[in-house]
């Protein structure tokens, strides 16, 4: 049976509605900062059941995933935010010896090295069953293993997060972009490319 334009066009309306409302959830469940582990978690699992175009419902899947993700993923937050403090003071070590061969290439490697398992755990988390340490040593293996698709992730979460650096008088444009679906469409990224990455897991 042949799908109509107009049905198509309500479903993809359908579809944005439910970005911009889980865009929504995932900020303020975020806004304890202890909870964003979990929120990641959820936004994730959310999104990926709307692009595999299974039926749910937005409320439902996504505090269930939140509540069933909670203590797993405020564990492995909590590893990541031990390693902030080192990460700030270093990044300014780094800004003021930009000369010295030794600490760009220290530097290069530990933010990899952090930010590489950061773009699975939460996937990995939402995925598979397992204890904290071991997603995040996965999701570090994952990310090494799967390189091209690794750079990919980082590209889709690190470009919006640039543009605003770079470009500050467009500070009103990204800020209304992040907070109406900036969220849900870097979670699509990730959704897309880890499901990519891990379909040989599965």
Not at 2 to 7: C, F, L, T, Y
Not at 58 to 67: E, L, Q
Not at 145 to 151: A, D, K, R, S
Request: proline share 4%; net charge positive; with cysteine.
């Amino acid at each position: 049976m042949k799908i109509s334009p107009e049905n198509k066009f309500f479903s993809f309306m359908s579809k944005i509605g439910d970005f911009i409302t889980l865009n929504l959830l995932f900020l303020i469940t975020c806004l304890p900062v202890i909870t964003i582990g979990a929120s990641c978690c959820a936004l994730y699992f959310s999104i990926k059941k709307r692009i595999l175009d299974k039926e749910s419902y937005i409320f439902h899947d996504y505090f269930s995933a939140w509540k069933e993700n909670f203590k797993n993923a405020t564990c492995i937050r909590s590893c990541f935010l031990i390693l902030f403090p080192v990460l700030f003071f270093f990044s300014r070590y780094f800004a003021s010896h930009l000369t010295n061969l030794f600490v760009v290439a220290a530097y290069m490697i530990f933010l990899l090295c952090f930010l590489f398992p950061l773009m699975y755990v939460f996937p990995l988390q939402t995925t598979f069953v397992n204890t904290p340490l071991h997603i995040i040593k996965n999701a570090f293996l994952t990310a090494i293993l799967h390189l091209p698709h690794t750079i990919g992730l980082l590209a889709a979460t690190v470009i919006p997060l640039s543009i605003t650096w770079l470009f500050p008088q467009a500070l009103y444009f990204t800020l209304a972009y992040c907070l109406l679906i900036g969220c849900s469409l870097t979670c699509t990224a990730s959704v897309i490319i880890t499901g990519k990455a891990l379909e040989e897991y599965l």
